[in-house]
């Protein structure tokens, strides 16, 4: 890896060969890994998540590569007040290897070949780009770049749930309609449902109560989504 170029190499039978193609231009540096996918191929993932001028920046590069090839490839950047480590999930269930570029998520199985491809504005009705949080078997977890509200995209159903929608409680919603695009807000933000952890079908969340009531505002509550099982 050259940052300073932007070059790409891979060790082909011992030797450095330079990747046609593919370019990590725009990353002083950044942490690089590899997913073998069988056959000789692997997924080549280059980035960097970090915090300037009060903003988190999350740029990455992503290759897949065949026989010394890079058929697929895709580039994600994001810049505002969403930081992974501290909105991001608390913890994953196993994930499927996939190439996104905030608008579509493109599932790579063994070998390098196409899995599946998904159209998140089309799946959602949402207006992109998205921030990728989860991308399983059996469902993904996005958020628009201009809400920050994570969505349940039910692969075995094909529907999408807005969360905030689905399972917090009226007054709450109430709330949020009124503020839901507020994306620069700290408190607001903190305040987001987050994803916790997954049981079963159950996927479980946490959030903290934005409706005015006696000693409710600030505190945090848990809620559940069922998936639908095929």
Known sequence: MSFAKGDV???????????????VSGL?????DVRALGSGSY??????????SSQTVHNRFQFVVQKGKV???????????????????????????????????????AGGRAAAD????????????????????DYLLVRAFDTLQPTVIDLNTGKSSL???TLLAQAERAEWDEVTTDVGELLLLQSRLRFVKQEGNRLDFTYKKIASGPDQFGREFKASYTLKRS
């Open 9 to 23: 190499y891979s060790l082909e039978a011992g030797v450095p060969k330079k990747l046609a193609g593919a370019d």
């Open 28 to 32: 002083d540096w950044g942490t690089v």
């Open 43 to 52: 997924l080549l993932s280059v980035g960097r998540e970090y915090v300037a």
């Open 71 to 109: 058929t697929k490839q895709a580039h994600y950047r994001y810049s505002g007040m969403y930081n992974t480590d501290i909105f991001g999930p608390k913890t994953l269930p196993a994930q499927r290897t996939y190439v996104s570029d905030g608008r579509t998520v493109q599932v790579v199985g």
């Open 118 to 137: 998904y159209d998140l504005a089309k799946l959602t009705k949402q207006t992109g780009p998205f921030i990728v949080e989860s991308v399983t078997a």
């Open 163 to 165: 969360l905030y929608k």
